[in-house]
């Protein structure tokens, strides 16, 4: 199959992986991914950026193969993560005589990772040149995109940002570039939910360095190229900078529908008093659609049962992912239901320790809600829609 190429002598030679449905074994992927992989011709060396997850390697082989590369001299690694690293040894072994250009960080990990042989990595400092002939790299550390080692390499001549992980999204589709801005849009929003939101400090550093360039394209390592950059800059911009949305995240489990009886009412009280609201189902709900609704929520109002005394497990695991992504949340609060005795209350706050979210007052009840308890969600209803309005949340 003919390569697409970004610019005459700039291959795509990865991966799209339309039939992955799980990322890191948490993730839903509902459209799949890419590993993508790129190969620079210069007038004198040519240089392979990241390669593919070692479970598609011969697509990234047989991709080569079909441009009729015989040399390689540099793979640059802009991160050591598998998805991404994991086919080096195999590019070694293939091309001999390459070698692995990174961060004196990935160095560490690539050997530990992958074992590589020290004498076949090079490292780069941030700031460094490395030239092809008439084209040249410049490299940018940009450390915890998502892990500590992250670089990204920008080709001057070209105006082409190679990002790895940084602005990638989880999306498998047979154009080179982005097609629809809405769907990306999703995508690179869960990408960034849970993959990026935990580092916002560090990415807002590495964006403010990336001002400093002229960027035509953005070529990422997962999902389609931007030949738009300022679509995901200004979606970053918005991820990484703005207060939290009036929105609040009601994630609920209930069993014999106390719970759930609650969770009607006060998604009523809350959307009377001018909020939006996103409710999940957790004994079905997609986590990767949580990790988008916790990056622009200003409340997380969590709606459990009880089993055996405390938080129902799904409840647990919300918990423990939100303070995980370690989301930009303010307030947080607990409904719900007990039969005869309960821990819920102290188990969801204590695990909250990452992003400490003041507590507004629980409502939980022993039994099924009486008209009392409907009051009382209306007042937690009332007093969250005046922190939202406190801090002038739209
Ligand atoms: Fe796509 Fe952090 O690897």
Redesign the pocket.
Known sequence: MKRPQLKPGIHAVGAIDWDRRLFDSLIPLPDGTS?NSYLVRGSQKTALIDTVDPAMDTVLTGNLDDLKVDNIDFIICN?A????AGSIPLILDLYPGSKVVCTPKCKGMLMDLLHLDEGLITTVNDGDSLSLGDRTFEFIHAPWV??PE?MVSYLKEDKVLFS??FF?SHLAQSALYVQDEGQVYESAKRYFGE?MMPFRTNIKKNMERLKGYAIDVIAP??GPVYDRPEFILESYRHWVYDEPANMVLLPYVSMHGSTKDMVDYMVGALVERGMNVRQFDLTVADPGKLAIALVDSATLVLATCTVLGGAHPLAANVAFLANALRPNLKYATIIGSFGWGQRTIEQITGMLTNIKPEVLPPVYIKGSPTENDFAALDALAESIAQKHRENGYK
């Open positions: 590993y991160h993560e598998q998805d991404h998502h892990w992250t790895c992980d990638g993959i390592s997962h």
